[in-house]
Nanobody
Framework: QVQLVESGGGLVQPGGSLRLSCTAS????????MGWYRQAPGHQRELVAT???????KYGDSVKGRFTISRDNAQNTAYLQMNSLKPEDTAVYYC?????????????????WGQGTQVTVSS
C-alpha cells in the first residue's frame, strides 16, 4: 500500500491559480499511475486528471485546457497545476494512486486515497 499526503489547497479568487502536491510513501512510486479527483458538496466524486508512470495524461472535460497534471518520480510527488479557476472548481481535491494503472485503464479510481485538501474559489 502507498500512503498519500496532499498539500497546496486554499482560498483563491476566480481567475487565479493554485498548485496541489501529493507526496507518496511506503511503496515504489514509479509503479503507480497517479490521479486527482474532486468532490463538491452534494455531488459525486469526479475525475480531474490522471497520469501514468510513463507520463500519459487524461483530463475530465470540465478542466481540460486549464489544469495540468505532472509527476516527479525522483521526489515521489504528483502535482496538479490549476489555472483560470472558477467558483465551480470549489471542492475537496483527493490524490489517488493506482498500481500499474490497471484500474484507470478501465475507468475506475485506484485503491489508494489521500485525506483530501480543500480548494475554494470565491471573491
Amino acid at each position: 500500500q502507498v500512503q498519500l499526503v496532499e498539500s497546496g489547497g486554499g482560498l483563491v479568487q476566480p481567475g487565479g491559480s493554485l498548485r496541489l502536491s501529493c507526496t507518496a510513501s511506503g511503496s515504489i512510486f514509479r509503479l503507480y499511475a497517479m490521479g486527482w479527483y474532486r468532490q463538491a458538496p452534494g455531488h459525486q466524486r469526479e475525475l480531474v486528471a490522471t497520469i501514468t508512470s510513463g507520463g500519459s495524461t487524461k483530463y475530465g472535460d470540465s478542466v481540460k485546457g486549464r489544469f495540468t497534471i505532472s509527476r516527479d518520480n525522483a521526489q515521489n510527488t504528483a502535482y496538479l497545476q490549476m489555472n483560470s479557476l472558477k467558483p465551480e472548481d470549489t471542492a475537496v481535491y483527493y490524490c489517488n494512486a493506482d498500481l500499474h494503472g490497471l484500474r484507470y485503464s478501465n475507468g475506475y479510481a485506484g485503491d489508494n486515497w489521500g485525506q483530501g485538501t480543500q480548494v475554494t474559489v470565491s471573491s
